[in-house]
Protein backbone atom coordinates (compact mmCIF):
# COMPACT_ATOMS: atom_id res chain seq x y z
CA UNK A 1 0.00 0.00 0.00
CA UNK A 2 2.66 2.23 0.56
CA UNK A 3 4.24 2.09 -2.40
CA UNK A 4 1.22 3.49 -4.02
CA UNK A 5 1.34 7.17 -4.17
CA UNK A 6 -1.24 9.35 -2.86
CA UNK A 7 -2.70 11.56 -5.59
CA UNK A 8 -2.76 15.04 -4.59
CA UNK A 9 -7.04 15.43 -4.72
CA UNK A 10 -6.83 12.74 -2.44
CA UNK A 11 -3.94 14.22 0.12
CA UNK A 12 -6.45 14.94 3.32
CA UNK A 13 -5.34 18.32 4.56
CA UNK A 14 -5.54 17.94 8.19
CA UNK A 15 -8.23 17.61 10.68
CA UNK A 16 -10.22 20.61 8.82
CA UNK A 17 -10.14 18.47 5.21
CA UNK A 18 -11.24 15.27 7.04
CA UNK A 19 -13.86 17.24 8.46
CA UNK A 20 -14.75 18.63 5.21
CA UNK A 21 -14.70 15.13 3.18
CA UNK A 22 -16.99 13.28 6.49
CA UNK A 23 -19.26 16.44 6.08
CA UNK A 24 -19.42 15.99 1.97
CA UNK A 25 -19.99 11.91 2.68
CA UNK A 26 -22.91 13.26 5.26
CA UNK A 27 -24.74 15.21 2.64
CA UNK A 28 -25.02 13.44 -0.18
CA UNK A 29 -25.77 10.60 2.48
CA UNK A 30 -28.73 13.07 3.19
CA UNK A 31 -30.07 13.92 -0.44
CA UNK A 32 -30.22 9.72 -0.98
CA UNK A 33 -31.99 9.35 2.33
CA UNK A 34 -34.77 12.04 1.89
CA UNK A 35 -35.58 10.31 -1.60
CA UNK A 36 -38.01 8.28 -0.07
CA UNK A 37 -39.68 9.93 2.37
CA UNK A 38 -43.22 8.50 2.10
CA UNK A 39 -41.72 5.20 3.17
CA UNK A 40 -40.40 6.52 6.46
CA UNK A 41 -43.81 8.48 6.92
CA UNK A 42 -46.13 5.16 6.30
CA UNK A 43 -43.65 3.20 8.54
CA UNK A 44 -43.42 6.30 11.69
CA UNK A 45 -47.69 6.03 11.49
CA UNK A 46 -47.10 2.17 11.76
CA UNK A 47 -45.20 2.61 14.73
CA UNK A 48 -47.42 4.39 16.76
CA UNK A 49 -50.06 1.74 16.49
CA UNK A 50 -48.45 -1.05 19.28
CA UNK A 51 -48.12 2.03 21.38
CA UNK A 52 -52.13 2.20 21.39
CA UNK A 53 -52.14 -1.48 22.87
CA UNK A 54 -49.37 -0.48 25.48
CA UNK A 55 -51.95 2.31 26.56
CA UNK A 56 -54.29 0.09 27.10
CA UNK A 57 -52.39 -2.52 28.76
CA UNK A 58 -50.68 -0.30 31.38
CA UNK A 59 -53.96 1.15 32.14
CA UNK A 60 -55.69 -2.17 32.72
CA UNK A 61 -52.74 -3.23 34.72
CA UNK A 62 -52.36 0.45 37.01
CA UNK A 63 -56.60 -0.45 37.24
CA UNK A 64 -56.36 -3.84 38.68
CA UNK A 65 -53.30 -3.24 40.85
CA UNK A 66 -55.71 -0.94 42.79
CA UNK A 67 -52.41 1.25 43.64
CA UNK A 68 -51.44 4.70 42.08
CA UNK A 69 -47.84 3.60 41.71
CA UNK A 70 -45.39 0.79 40.92
CA UNK A 71 -42.20 0.82 42.04
CA UNK A 72 -42.77 5.01 42.03
CA UNK A 73 -44.06 5.46 38.77
CA UNK A 74 -47.91 6.26 38.06
CA UNK A 75 -49.71 5.04 35.10
CA UNK A 76 -48.84 8.41 33.30
CA UNK A 77 -45.37 8.20 33.78
CA UNK A 78 -45.29 4.54 32.18
CA UNK A 79 -47.06 5.90 29.39
CA UNK A 80 -45.22 8.80 29.05
CA UNK A 81 -42.03 6.75 29.41
CA UNK A 82 -43.22 4.49 26.72
CA UNK A 83 -43.40 7.18 24.58
CA UNK A 84 -40.28 8.80 25.37
CA UNK A 85 -37.97 5.24 25.00
CA UNK A 86 -39.22 5.87 20.96
CA UNK A 87 -37.53 9.64 21.30
CA UNK A 88 -34.24 7.55 22.65
CA UNK A 89 -34.53 4.96 20.18
CA UNK A 90 -34.99 7.09 17.65
CA UNK A 91 -31.11 8.80 17.97
CA UNK A 92 -29.96 4.99 19.06
CA UNK A 93 -30.78 2.12 16.98
CA UNK A 94 -28.83 1.90 14.06
CA UNK A 95 -30.97 -0.81 11.75
CA UNK A 96 -28.44 -2.50 9.25
CA UNK A 97 -25.18 -1.38 10.49
CA UNK A 98 -23.84 -4.32 11.98
CA UNK A 99 -25.38 -7.05 9.12
CA UNK A 100 -23.99 -4.15 6.59
CA UNK A 101 -20.36 -4.45 7.92
CA UNK A 102 -20.14 -8.06 8.09
CA UNK A 103 -21.30 -8.30 4.72
CA UNK A 104 -18.95 -5.86 3.02
CA UNK A 105 -16.02 -8.02 5.18
CA UNK A 106 -17.92 -11.35 3.85
CA UNK A 107 -17.98 -9.85 -0.04
CA UNK A 108 -14.75 -8.44 0.01
CA UNK A 109 -15.52 -4.75 -0.38
CA UNK A 110 -14.51 -3.55 2.44
CA UNK A 111 -10.79 -3.95 0.88
CA UNK A 112 -11.93 -0.13 -0.70
CA UNK A 113 -11.21 1.16 2.82
CA UNK A 114 -7.36 0.18 2.18
CA UNK A 115 -6.92 1.48 -0.94
CA UNK A 116 -9.43 4.76 -0.75
CA UNK A 117 -8.25 7.43 2.51
CA UNK A 118 -11.29 7.02 3.95
CA UNK A 119 -11.51 5.34 7.37
CA UNK A 120 -14.39 2.57 7.89
CA UNK A 121 -15.56 3.99 11.69
CA UNK A 122 -15.37 7.79 10.46
CA UNK A 123 -17.14 7.01 6.80
CA UNK A 124 -19.71 4.74 8.36
CA UNK A 125 -20.53 7.63 11.39
CA UNK A 126 -20.89 9.97 8.88
CA UNK A 127 -22.87 8.05 6.54
CA UNK A 128 -25.67 7.38 9.74
CA UNK A 129 -25.72 10.85 11.42
CA UNK A 130 -26.93 11.58 7.70
CA UNK A 131 -29.70 8.76 7.88
CA UNK A 132 -30.58 10.01 11.19
CA UNK A 133 -30.60 13.30 10.13
CA UNK A 134 -33.15 12.22 7.26
CA UNK A 135 -35.08 10.14 9.65
CA UNK A 136 -35.78 12.87 12.52
CA UNK A 137 -36.48 15.61 10.22
CA UNK A 138 -39.64 13.50 8.70
CA UNK A 139 -40.69 12.02 12.01
CA UNK A 140 -40.75 15.13 13.83
CA UNK A 141 -44.33 15.90 12.31
CA UNK A 142 -45.99 12.53 13.50
CA UNK A 143 -44.43 12.92 16.12
CA UNK A 144 -44.90 16.02 17.34
CA UNK A 145 -48.74 15.22 16.72
CA UNK A 146 -48.49 12.02 18.71
CA UNK A 147 -47.21 14.30 21.86
CA UNK A 148 -49.61 16.72 21.37
CA UNK A 149 -52.61 14.09 21.11
CA UNK A 150 -50.89 12.70 24.04
CA UNK A 151 -50.00 15.91 26.13
CA UNK A 152 -52.01 14.79 29.23
CA UNK A 153 -49.65 12.49 29.90
CA UNK A 154 -46.47 14.41 30.51
CA UNK A 155 -45.19 16.84 32.88
CA UNK A 156 -42.08 18.04 31.48
CA UNK A 157 -39.56 19.88 33.21
CA UNK A 158 -38.77 23.27 33.78
CA UNK A 159 -35.34 23.39 34.55
CA UNK A 160 -33.07 24.18 31.17
CA UNK A 161 -30.25 21.83 32.41
CA UNK A 162 -32.53 18.57 32.64
CA UNK A 163 -33.59 19.55 28.55
CA UNK A 164 -29.79 19.43 27.95
CA UNK A 165 -28.88 16.83 29.57
CA UNK A 166 -31.66 14.92 27.59
CA UNK A 167 -30.27 16.30 24.68
CA UNK A 168 -26.70 15.24 25.73
CA UNK A 169 -27.66 11.52 26.60
CA UNK A 170 -29.40 11.70 23.20
CA UNK A 171 -26.74 12.51 21.57
CA UNK A 172 -24.22 10.51 23.23
CA UNK A 173 -26.75 7.80 22.62
CA UNK A 174 -26.69 8.47 19.19
CA UNK A 175 -23.09 7.36 19.71
CA UNK A 176 -23.06 4.51 21.71
CA UNK A 177 -25.41 3.07 19.81
CA UNK A 178 -22.93 3.37 16.80
CA UNK A 179 -19.84 2.08 18.53
CA UNK A 180 -21.43 -0.83 19.92
CA UNK A 181 -23.44 -1.82 16.49
CA UNK A 182 -19.81 -1.14 14.91
CA UNK A 183 -17.79 -3.04 17.09
CA UNK A 184 -20.38 -6.09 16.49
CA UNK A 185 -20.21 -5.59 12.71
CA UNK A 186 -16.32 -6.39 13.08
CA UNK A 187 -16.90 -10.06 14.13
CA UNK A 188 -17.64 -10.97 10.74
CA UNK A 189 -13.69 -10.97 10.09
CA UNK A 190 -13.87 -13.95 12.62
CA UNK A 191 -17.04 -15.23 11.44
CA UNK A 192 -18.59 -16.29 7.78
CA UNK A 193 -22.12 -15.61 8.90
CA UNK A 194 -23.54 -13.85 12.07
CA UNK A 195 -26.65 -12.39 10.96
CA UNK A 196 -28.84 -14.63 13.26
CA UNK A 197 -26.20 -13.69 16.38
CA UNK A 198 -27.02 -10.17 15.61
CA UNK A 199 -30.62 -10.86 15.42
CA UNK A 200 -30.31 -12.15 19.05
CA UNK A 201 -28.51 -9.78 20.40
CA UNK A 202 -30.90 -7.29 19.04
CA UNK A 203 -33.87 -9.12 20.94
CA UNK A 204 -31.62 -8.79 24.16
CA UNK A 205 -30.78 -5.29 23.53
CA UNK A 206 -34.40 -4.41 23.23
CA UNK A 207 -34.71 -5.89 26.56
CA UNK A 208 -32.17 -4.94 28.66
CA UNK A 209 -31.90 -1.11 27.21
CA UNK A 210 -35.48 -0.76 28.85
CA UNK A 211 -37.42 -0.34 25.64
CA UNK A 212 -40.38 -3.04 27.14
CA UNK A 213 -40.98 -1.14 30.13
CA UNK A 214 -39.02 1.21 32.68
CA UNK A 215 -35.90 -0.64 34.12
CA UNK A 216 -37.01 0.11 37.43
CA UNK A 217 -40.07 -2.00 37.24
CA UNK A 218 -38.11 -4.97 37.50
CA UNK A 219 -37.37 -4.29 41.52
CA UNK A 220 -34.60 -4.43 43.84
CA UNK A 221 -31.70 -6.38 42.32
CA UNK A 222 -32.43 -7.29 38.91
CA UNK A 223 -32.94 -3.27 38.17
CA UNK A 224 -30.26 -2.10 39.74
CA UNK A 225 -28.07 -4.67 37.63
CA UNK A 226 -30.06 -3.52 34.33
CA UNK A 227 -28.73 -0.20 35.30
CA UNK A 228 -25.04 -1.25 35.31
CA UNK A 229 -24.58 -2.42 31.99
CA UNK A 230 -24.34 -0.02 29.24
CA UNK A 231 -27.92 -0.84 27.03
CA UNK A 232 -30.11 1.44 29.34
CA UNK A 233 -28.12 4.40 27.91
CA UNK A 234 -29.90 3.47 24.33
CA UNK A 235 -33.50 3.75 25.63
CA UNK A 236 -33.88 4.15 29.46
CA UNK A 237 -32.03 6.65 30.96
CA UNK A 238 -32.67 9.42 28.30
CA UNK A 239 -36.06 8.90 29.10
CA UNK A 240 -35.91 8.63 33.03
CA UNK A 241 -33.82 12.24 32.61
CA UNK A 242 -36.45 14.11 30.83
CA UNK A 243 -39.05 12.68 33.29
CA UNK A 244 -37.39 14.05 35.89
CA UNK A 245 -36.73 11.04 37.82
CA UNK A 246 -32.71 11.75 37.92
CA UNK A 247 -31.31 14.09 40.53
CA UNK A 248 -28.26 16.43 39.54
CA UNK A 249 -25.30 14.41 40.86
CA UNK A 250 -27.21 10.90 39.34
CA UNK A 251 -27.68 12.92 35.57
CA UNK A 252 -24.20 13.83 35.22
CA UNK A 253 -22.78 10.87 36.67
CA UNK A 254 -25.13 8.85 34.01
CA UNK A 255 -23.67 11.36 31.22
CA UNK A 256 -20.19 10.45 32.22
CA UNK A 257 -20.14 6.59 32.34
CA UNK A 258 -21.98 6.83 29.14
CA UNK A 259 -18.75 9.07 27.82
CA UNK A 260 -16.48 5.99 29.36
CA UNK A 261 -18.83 3.40 27.49
CA UNK A 262 -18.40 5.41 24.32
CA UNK A 263 -14.74 5.40 24.88
CA UNK A 264 -14.34 1.76 25.52
CA UNK A 265 -16.54 0.69 22.68
CA UNK A 266 -14.54 2.88 20.43
CA UNK A 267 -11.25 1.53 21.53
CA UNK A 268 -12.60 -1.88 21.14
CA UNK A 269 -13.78 -1.06 17.88
CA UNK A 270 -10.29 0.34 17.03
CA UNK A 271 -8.46 -2.85 18.22
CA UNK A 272 -11.09 -4.99 16.51
CA UNK A 273 -10.52 -3.18 12.78
CA UNK A 274 -6.65 -3.61 13.09
CA UNK A 275 -6.52 -6.99 14.35
CA UNK A 276 -9.04 -7.53 11.60
CA UNK A 277 -8.22 -6.06 8.78
CA UNK A 278 -4.57 -7.89 9.54
CA UNK A 279 -6.56 -11.41 9.19
CA UNK A 280 -8.55 -10.24 6.30
CA UNK A 281 -7.70 -11.26 2.21
CA UNK A 282 -10.35 -9.92 -0.28
CA UNK A 283 -11.40 -11.72 -3.15
CA UNK A 284 -12.21 -11.18 -6.77
CA UNK A 285 -10.96 -8.45 -8.62
CA UNK B 1 -62.30 -23.01 -19.10
CA UNK B 2 -61.75 -22.82 -14.73
CA UNK B 3 -64.73 -25.91 -14.87
CA UNK B 4 -63.11 -27.80 -17.41
CA UNK B 5 -59.84 -27.46 -15.67
CA UNK B 6 -61.39 -28.83 -12.12
CA UNK B 7 -63.55 -31.44 -13.64
CA UNK B 8 -61.54 -32.84 -15.70
CA UNK B 9 -58.30 -33.23 -13.22
CA UNK B 10 -60.16 -33.22 -10.05
CA UNK B 11 -58.06 -35.13 -7.42
CA UNK B 12 -59.15 -36.78 -4.21
CA UNK B 13 -58.43 -34.94 -0.78
CA UNK B 14 -55.87 -37.74 -0.60
CA UNK B 15 -53.54 -36.20 -3.18
CA UNK B 16 -53.59 -33.15 -1.15
CA UNK B 17 -52.57 -34.74 1.76
CA UNK B 18 -49.83 -36.31 -0.03
CA UNK B 19 -48.89 -33.27 -1.51
CA UNK B 20 -48.48 -31.73 1.71
CA UNK B 21 -46.22 -34.21 3.58
CA UNK B 22 -43.89 -34.34 0.26
CA UNK B 23 -43.48 -30.07 1.06
CA UNK B 24 -43.18 -31.08 4.67
CA UNK B 25 -39.99 -33.38 3.91
CA UNK B 26 -38.56 -31.45 1.36
CA UNK B 27 -38.80 -28.30 3.32
CA UNK B 28 -37.27 -30.45 6.14
CA UNK B 29 -34.51 -31.26 4.43
CA UNK B 30 -33.85 -28.06 3.14
CA UNK B 31 -33.93 -26.72 6.75
CA UNK B 32 -31.46 -29.23 8.04
CA UNK B 33 -29.22 -28.33 5.64
CA UNK B 34 -28.32 -25.39 7.41
CA UNK B 35 -28.25 -26.63 10.99
CA UNK B 36 -26.66 -23.80 12.96
CA UNK B 37 -29.13 -21.50 11.78
CA UNK B 38 -32.19 -23.80 12.88
CA UNK B 39 -30.54 -23.94 15.98
CA UNK B 40 -30.21 -20.30 16.43
CA UNK B 41 -33.93 -19.69 15.13
CA UNK B 42 -35.00 -22.00 17.96
CA UNK B 43 -32.88 -20.38 20.58
CA UNK B 44 -33.79 -17.05 19.53
CA UNK B 45 -37.72 -17.45 20.27
CA UNK B 46 -36.54 -19.30 23.41
CA UNK B 47 -34.90 -16.09 24.85
CA UNK B 48 -38.26 -14.34 22.95
CA UNK B 49 -40.20 -16.08 25.33
CA UNK B 50 -38.18 -15.35 28.17
CA UNK B 51 -38.30 -12.05 27.61
CA UNK B 52 -42.16 -11.83 27.39
CA UNK B 53 -42.62 -14.16 30.56
CA UNK B 54 -40.39 -11.92 32.41
CA UNK B 55 -42.36 -9.21 31.85
CA UNK B 56 -45.98 -10.40 32.42
CA UNK B 57 -44.48 -12.16 35.61
CA UNK B 58 -43.23 -7.97 36.55
CA UNK B 59 -46.52 -7.22 35.81
CA UNK B 60 -48.02 -9.69 37.51
CA UNK B 61 -46.21 -9.60 40.65
CA UNK B 62 -47.76 -5.90 41.44
CA UNK B 63 -51.05 -6.66 39.85
CA UNK B 64 -53.31 -9.75 40.40
CA UNK B 65 -55.42 -9.28 37.40
CA UNK B 66 -55.30 -7.26 33.94
CA UNK B 67 -59.47 -6.81 33.14
CA UNK B 68 -60.32 -9.86 34.63
CA UNK B 69 -57.81 -12.03 33.57
CA UNK B 70 -55.31 -13.33 36.59
CA UNK B 71 -52.14 -15.00 36.15
CA UNK B 72 -52.44 -18.43 34.85
CA UNK B 73 -55.26 -17.30 32.71
CA UNK B 74 -53.29 -14.71 31.05
CA UNK B 75 -50.23 -17.59 30.58
CA UNK B 76 -52.84 -19.65 29.33
CA UNK B 77 -53.50 -16.88 26.70
CA UNK B 78 -50.12 -15.69 25.70
CA UNK B 79 -49.49 -19.83 25.14
CA UNK B 80 -52.32 -19.54 22.77
CA UNK B 81 -51.00 -16.45 20.90
CA UNK B 82 -47.37 -18.26 20.65
CA UNK B 83 -49.39 -21.12 19.08
CA UNK B 84 -51.35 -19.89 16.45
CA UNK B 85 -48.35 -17.06 15.52
CA UNK B 86 -46.17 -20.06 15.35
CA UNK B 87 -49.09 -22.21 12.98
CA UNK B 88 -49.36 -19.34 10.86
CA UNK B 89 -45.54 -18.61 10.53
CA UNK B 90 -44.31 -22.40 10.07
CA UNK B 91 -47.41 -23.07 7.23
CA UNK B 92 -48.43 -19.75 5.05
CA UNK B 93 -46.44 -16.72 6.02
CA UNK B 94 -42.98 -17.55 4.14
CA UNK B 95 -45.27 -18.62 1.03
CA UNK B 96 -47.50 -15.16 1.06
CA UNK B 97 -44.60 -13.64 1.56
CA UNK B 98 -42.85 -15.31 -1.57
CA UNK B 99 -46.03 -14.69 -3.22
CA UNK B 100 -45.02 -11.20 -4.29
CA UNK B 101 -41.67 -12.57 -5.34
CA UNK B 102 -43.04 -14.62 -7.99
CA UNK B 103 -45.67 -12.38 -9.59
CA UNK B 104 -42.57 -9.99 -10.26
CA UNK B 105 -40.45 -12.36 -11.87
CA UNK B 106 -43.34 -14.20 -13.28
CA UNK B 107 -42.91 -17.55 -11.87
CA UNK B 108 -45.97 -17.63 -10.88
CA UNK B 109 -46.67 -19.52 -14.67
CA UNK B 110 -44.90 -22.67 -13.79
CA UNK B 111 -47.40 -22.84 -10.36
CA UNK B 112 -50.82 -21.99 -12.65
CA UNK B 113 -49.76 -24.64 -14.61
CA UNK B 114 -49.66 -28.10 -11.90
CA UNK B 115 -53.00 -29.79 -11.91
CA UNK B 116 -53.73 -28.71 -8.54
CA UNK B 117 -55.41 -26.03 -7.22
CA UNK B 118 -53.68 -22.71 -7.08
CA UNK B 119 -54.64 -21.47 -3.47
CA UNK B 120 -53.50 -25.04 -2.09
CA UNK B 121 -49.80 -24.82 -4.13
CA UNK B 122 -49.07 -21.32 -3.31
CA UNK B 123 -50.02 -21.43 0.75
CA UNK B 124 -48.78 -24.64 1.57
CA UNK B 125 -45.37 -24.86 -0.44
CA UNK B 126 -42.67 -24.05 1.91
CA UNK B 127 -43.15 -25.38 5.83
CA UNK B 128 -41.28 -23.16 7.95
CA UNK B 129 -40.09 -25.61 10.57
CA UNK B 130 -38.05 -23.07 11.97
CA UNK B 131 -40.73 -21.38 13.85
CA UNK B 132 -42.61 -24.76 14.87
CA UNK B 133 -41.22 -25.17 18.05
CA UNK B 134 -42.87 -22.23 19.08
CA UNK B 135 -46.24 -24.22 18.78
CA UNK B 136 -45.12 -26.87 21.30
CA UNK B 137 -44.00 -23.37 23.77
CA UNK B 138 -47.33 -21.89 23.41
CA UNK B 139 -49.07 -25.66 23.84
CA UNK B 140 -47.02 -26.08 27.30
CA UNK B 141 -47.82 -22.68 28.33
CA UNK B 142 -51.19 -23.47 27.53
CA UNK B 143 -50.78 -26.76 29.51
CA UNK B 144 -49.06 -25.03 32.58
CA UNK B 145 -51.58 -22.62 32.67
CA UNK B 146 -54.16 -25.06 32.74
CA UNK B 147 -52.41 -27.29 35.73
CA UNK B 148 -51.93 -24.13 37.61
CA UNK B 149 -55.67 -23.06 37.40
CA UNK B 150 -56.91 -26.75 38.39
CA UNK B 151 -60.07 -26.09 37.09
CA UNK B 152 -61.69 -29.02 35.26
CA UNK B 153 -61.63 -28.72 31.13
CA UNK B 154 -65.33 -29.62 30.05
CA UNK B 155 -65.71 -30.95 27.21
CA UNK B 156 -68.13 -27.96 26.02
CA UNK B 157 -64.81 -25.48 26.34
CA UNK B 158 -62.74 -28.06 24.52
CA UNK B 159 -65.18 -27.97 21.92
CA UNK B 160 -65.71 -24.35 22.24
CA UNK B 161 -61.58 -23.75 22.25
CA UNK B 162 -60.81 -26.15 19.00
CA UNK B 163 -63.68 -24.14 16.91
CA UNK B 164 -62.66 -20.87 17.91
CA UNK B 165 -58.58 -21.73 17.72
CA UNK B 166 -59.78 -23.02 13.84
CA UNK B 167 -61.62 -19.95 13.31
CA UNK B 168 -58.83 -17.80 14.55
CA UNK B 169 -56.42 -19.32 12.42
CA UNK B 170 -59.04 -19.06 9.21
CA UNK B 171 -58.76 -15.65 10.23
CA UNK B 172 -55.52 -14.88 10.46
CA UNK B 173 -54.72 -16.69 7.23
CA UNK B 174 -57.69 -15.09 5.49
CA UNK B 175 -56.14 -11.43 5.74
CA UNK B 176 -52.31 -12.91 5.08
CA UNK B 177 -53.65 -14.55 1.81
CA UNK B 178 -55.87 -11.15 0.34
CA UNK B 179 -52.50 -8.86 1.62
CA UNK B 180 -50.80 -11.46 -0.41
CA UNK B 181 -53.15 -11.13 -3.59
CA UNK B 182 -52.99 -7.95 -3.98
CA UNK B 183 -49.38 -7.77 -5.10
CA UNK B 184 -50.68 -9.30 -8.18
CA UNK B 185 -52.08 -5.32 -8.90
CA UNK B 186 -49.36 -3.42 -7.40
CA UNK B 187 -46.64 -6.03 -8.50
CA UNK B 188 -44.24 -4.76 -5.39
CA UNK B 189 -46.19 -4.95 -1.77
CA UNK B 190 -42.83 -4.64 0.52
CA UNK B 191 -46.09 -3.07 2.98
CA UNK B 192 -47.02 -7.11 3.32
CA UNK B 193 -44.79 -7.18 6.46
CA UNK B 194 -46.34 -4.30 7.71
CA UNK B 195 -49.82 -5.10 8.06
CA UNK B 196 -49.40 -8.40 8.87
CA UNK B 197 -47.40 -6.88 12.14
CA UNK B 198 -50.05 -4.42 12.76
CA UNK B 199 -52.92 -7.29 12.37
CA UNK B 200 -50.44 -9.34 14.57
CA UNK B 201 -50.36 -7.17 17.43
CA UNK B 202 -53.70 -6.37 17.90
CA UNK B 203 -53.91 -10.41 18.83
CA UNK B 204 -51.71 -9.83 21.23
CA UNK B 205 -53.64 -8.95 23.85
CA UNK B 206 -56.68 -9.71 25.46
CA UNK B 207 -59.91 -7.60 23.45
CA UNK B 208 -61.07 -6.70 27.34
CA UNK B 209 -58.38 -4.15 26.97
CA UNK B 210 -60.17 -2.01 24.88
CA UNK B 211 -62.90 -1.31 27.04
CA UNK B 212 -61.67 2.62 27.37
CA UNK B 213 -63.78 5.07 26.12
CA UNK B 214 -61.49 6.40 23.74
CA UNK B 215 -60.85 2.70 22.58
CA UNK B 216 -64.36 1.23 21.63
CA UNK B 217 -64.37 2.62 18.24
CA UNK B 218 -61.02 1.00 17.79
CA UNK B 219 -62.72 -2.33 19.44
CA UNK B 220 -65.71 -2.48 17.10
CA UNK B 221 -63.42 -1.91 14.01
CA UNK B 222 -61.31 -4.65 15.02
CA UNK B 223 -63.70 -6.94 16.01
CA UNK B 224 -66.59 -6.79 13.34
CA UNK B 225 -65.03 -5.18 10.49
CA UNK B 226 -61.61 -6.89 10.34
CA UNK B 227 -61.76 -9.31 13.28
CA UNK B 228 -58.11 -9.27 14.48
CA UNK B 229 -59.27 -9.08 18.02
CA UNK B 230 -61.22 -12.34 18.11
CA UNK B 231 -58.72 -14.40 16.96
CA UNK B 232 -56.52 -15.26 20.20
CA UNK B 233 -59.01 -13.76 22.51
CA UNK B 234 -62.01 -16.11 21.96
CA UNK B 235 -60.38 -19.75 21.96
CA UNK B 236 -58.96 -18.80 25.16
CA UNK B 237 -61.49 -16.86 26.53
CA UNK B 238 -63.63 -20.28 25.75
CA UNK B 239 -60.93 -22.46 27.78
CA UNK B 240 -60.65 -20.60 30.74
CA UNK B 241 -62.47 -17.66 30.81
CA UNK B 242 -66.69 -17.42 29.95
CA UNK B 243 -67.85 -19.02 26.90
CA UNK B 244 -70.05 -16.68 25.52
CA UNK B 245 -72.37 -18.52 22.68
CA UNK B 246 -72.99 -14.93 20.87
CA UNK B 247 -69.28 -14.05 20.64
CA UNK B 248 -68.53 -17.84 19.72
CA UNK B 249 -70.51 -18.06 16.82
CA UNK B 250 -69.64 -14.69 15.60
CA UNK B 251 -65.97 -15.81 15.62
CA UNK B 252 -67.17 -18.94 13.40
CA UNK B 253 -69.37 -16.41 11.08
CA UNK B 254 -66.12 -13.89 10.84
CA UNK B 255 -64.07 -16.91 10.56
CA UNK B 256 -66.01 -18.82 7.14
CA UNK B 257 -66.56 -15.14 5.72
CA UNK B 258 -62.94 -14.26 6.09
CA UNK B 259 -62.10 -17.56 4.40
CA UNK B 260 -64.78 -17.05 1.12
CA UNK B 261 -63.58 -13.47 0.83
CA UNK B 262 -59.93 -14.05 0.76
CA UNK B 263 -60.80 -17.31 -1.77
CA UNK B 264 -62.59 -14.76 -4.21
CA UNK B 265 -59.87 -12.20 -3.64
CA UNK B 266 -56.86 -15.20 -4.64
CA UNK B 267 -59.70 -16.38 -7.77
CA UNK B 268 -59.96 -12.66 -8.87
CA UNK B 269 -56.02 -11.07 -8.18
CA UNK B 270 -55.07 -14.89 -10.81
CA UNK B 271 -57.17 -14.25 -13.26
CA UNK B 272 -56.31 -10.32 -13.43
CA UNK B 273 -52.81 -11.82 -13.46
CA UNK B 274 -50.47 -11.16 -16.86
CA UNK B 275 -46.92 -12.67 -16.82
CA UNK B 276 -44.08 -10.88 -16.87
CA UNK B 277 -41.97 -12.10 -19.96
CA UNK B 278 -42.73 -10.40 -22.91
Known amino acids: MSSVPALPAFRPAGVLGAARKYLRIFRVSLVERLAYRADFLLGTVLRFLPLVTSVLLWSAVYRGSGNDTIEGYTCRQVIAYLLLVHVSRMFSSMPGLASGIAREIREGTVKRYLVQPLDLQAHLLAYRAAHKVAYIVTSVLPYAILFWLMRGYFEWPGEPMVWGAWLASLLLGFLLGYLMEFALGLLGFWFLEISSFLYLVNTVSFFLSGHLMPLDLFGGRMAMFLKELPFQYLAYFPASVILGRESTESMVRGLLVECGWCLAFFVVGRIALRFGLRRFSAFGG | ?278
Open chain 2, 1 to 278: MEGGKDAGIRRGLGSYFRLLGAFGRFSLNREMAFRGNFLMKVLLEVVWLGILLLFFHTIFRNTSRIEGWNEYQYLFFLGCYYALEGLIETLFLENCVEFGELVRTGNLDFFLLKPIDEQFLLSFRHIDWSTAPKILIGGALMGFGLWELAEPVTLARLGGFLVALASGIAMAYSFLLMLASTAIWMVRNQSLMELWWLFSSLMRYPRDIYEEPWAVLIQKVFTFLLPALLVVSVPAEAMVRILEPAILGWTICAGFMMLLASRWVFRKAIRSYRSASS
